[in-house]
């Protein structure tokens, strides 16, 4: 098993290693420059020049590669062009705020998704199922910015019940400790503060969620569907298992192989998909910062922001791995 | 491993779709993405004033489409920077409260000598830095010196304004005792008062400054009505009531909380909501629903700009100045405000507003008329080629909707015989493009920085600018000269004339079609009392309360 692991972690390096580079060429092949960028329409030619020589712009790309990676290896990820601060410092709160907002996004989608999958499953062809599979196309189909001004509009605006932008009430700002907002209250005893993140948790959470949810339903009928057909839930049957301890014991456990593929998959998604969802709903997080840098042409940046995301997509799919010994034991890795 | 080739596949769509973003500028219609380009934009709107006190906390939450770069405002250049310094920090001389007029500001007496060369301020005494720092002479002379020494790319905005041709116009700074300085200029500058008002520079503290090195943007020391709190980036930046303020009573609020909100509707839906008490960045066609809400009030920020169609002068076909002239009668610009910018704006004449001194009223906008177009582009022997017409892929103040200004454009261009086809960009690659020359017509716009007529129409058309605001590759040797001029002449009214002169050339030369001069608008609870957007975009909050 550790074995595995090790191989796995290996197998990274390179996946990575052509990550960085195809970035690294990609993002330098787009046109605009960053020192003009930085300051502004009216720079003078001069100005532009030497803030390219002073940020390292001027060296062969090569050279700027290596540069970056010798970085990376001592733990460096560089320092943002237009900020002029350590992204190693600067990222974190930006990452935190998106995980925050991505599991709960996931833990939503992995409720409501694996249930409304096994009820379809369990009471095939019902209106229930019918219902449940039409809602999940026009899940997968809604355009997140639409879903997301509509939410906003009908919770936050007519009713008045959530709160439609950022993380919490700015009047009443939480101290932030691991930048994981529901934590950091809870560690404060701050309650009150507790509940106001939470609000301001949902909106944007049940905007992301759609995807991952319609697509998790959509999997858990086929995969429950397909289980129910087998030996072993007929002999439960027959032996005069009660259908619900036949579903959620028997059946399910054996339905979640699949589903937990797409579940490792959308997790990575959410990650590098929230750019959306975060700048309707003025979310401080990974995808806008990485996005901001991009119409900035913030070089580091935008390298260290994919490597980062690229990595917990990567990570979350070996955790994924493992978990199927623990779910099958069947499934063994040597 | 299926799941193996599953997993890459998807690796790859997550690079591919970041790369694919960033390779074509996603979705620009929806958010208001910040970015440099000094045209400090955003919004406004104007409102009475009268003001109240109560005795819980008055905290403001202004929310706006980015979030700031850095607090330091000698090394920054973009508006969302200003905006925050402006209540920081304060400059030597003030503008008015809604114009570029010259006031007291840290400095409450002047005097100019005879030659245009020597400047001497009395400052005001008593006040005090943030951090307890006495303001004096001697910080004066810290401040310029620190911007002075430092390198062009640091201290842009300082380079820009006081250095010409690598010569400092600001030769010396001298104290006379505690409260007086004394600036030795190399040349007589026309525009140095109303330079010194700018939010770049803002007189921080020695002190702090000394200490922080590069960082003091992290952690601002000025002697504004307001204190540097907390900043949490991308999302907020929190001051606070300066107690020791020189201004008695005054600021009337106790806290201001900059929010950043990306998105031009859901920065409205917040206001609505009741979740900020100030937007800026309102859509011209969202006015209606913000004056219709009697919550709400509208506030229009006074006009300090020019959206226009630059036609770049070195391409054919726009290398031939009938061909130019041709365009600016075929493009119906009252049409244009009255669709897109819902009247609020009025049809420009000239590269400048009307509200800046030397403006030339003598001179109306091209009519509109088709034929008088098309008997031009006959005598200039067009050959019917297509251009291409670039569109804006970002919502500005002075431009609301690139995309559908660019169709009108479109239809009053083939009306004549130009065929045309629209392209855009993302906007950092937009504006390297047209930088560059390679644009035939393009929309561009700009925000005045200091309310003089030098920084529209020499910055924008005089040939040592091609290559930064010159997109238009607009040379003419006359008007060169007669803005060199004006740029050290001290006489105001001999100053007028030269730039009234250099508008008869323009306008005839047609480097561009000027559109609209707009006005950009904010809305707030109809509680706030005493805001008067500022036109620079800088907008001073200490008069501004809550009822």
Redesign the interface.
Known sequence: MLHYIGKRLLHLIPVLLGMTFLVFLIIRAIPGDPAQVILGQQATADAIAALRLKLGLDNPWYVQYFDYLKGIVTGDLGESLRTRQPISSEMWPYLAATFELAFFAMIIAIIVGVNAGIVSAWFQNSWFDYLAMVIALIGVSMPIFWLGLMEQWAFGIQLGWLPTSGREEVRDPVTAITHFYLIDTLLQGRFDQFIVVLKHLLLPGIALATIPTAIIARMTRASMLEVMRSDFVRTARAKGQKMFVVVYKHALKNALIPVLTVVGLQTGMLLGGAILTETIFSWPGIGRYIYEAIGFRDYPVIQSGILIVAFLFVMINLIVDLLYTVIDSRIKYN | MR?GK???V??MM??V???F???C???DE??S???????SSTNTDSSTTDNSSSTTPQ?L?FGRG?DS??LDPGIV??GESFKVTQNLFETLLNFGEQDTTINPGLAKEWEVSEDGLTYTFQLQEGVKFHDGTDFNAEAVIKNINRWKGG???DF?YF??MFKAEGEDIIKDVTAEGDYTVVFTLSRPQAPFLKNLAMSPFGIGSPTAFEAAG?KFGDNPVGTGPFKFT?W?????I?IEKFEDYWQEGLPKLDKV?F?????N??RL??L????IDLADGINPSDGKTVEGDSALQLIERPSMNIGYLGLTNTRAPFDNKLVRQAVNYAIDKQAIVDAFFEGRAEVAANPMPPSISGYNDAISPYPYDPEKAKSLLAEAGYDGKEIELWAMPVPRPYMPDGAKVAEVIQKNLEDVGIPSKIVT?????Y???A?NGEADAFMLG?TGDNGDADNFIY?LLDKDNI???NYAYYTNEEVHSLLIQAQSETDENVRNDLYKKAQEIIHDDAPWVPLAHSTPLLAAKAGVKGFLPHPTGSDKLDNVSME
């Open positions: 799941k599953l997993y890459l998807s690796l997550l690079l779709m970041s790369l973003l960033a390779a500028g996603a979705d929806e958010t993405s910040s970015e440099t380009s000094n045209d905290v939450v980015a770069v850095s250049t973009d390198k062009e790319e842009y380079n820009s590069d907390e949490k980036r991308n999302d907020s929190t909380i929010r950043s909100i990306p998105d509707s859901a839906n917040e609505m909501a009741g979740n960009f993302e906007w950092a690659t504006l390297e493009k930088n700009w910055t290559g930064s605001n």
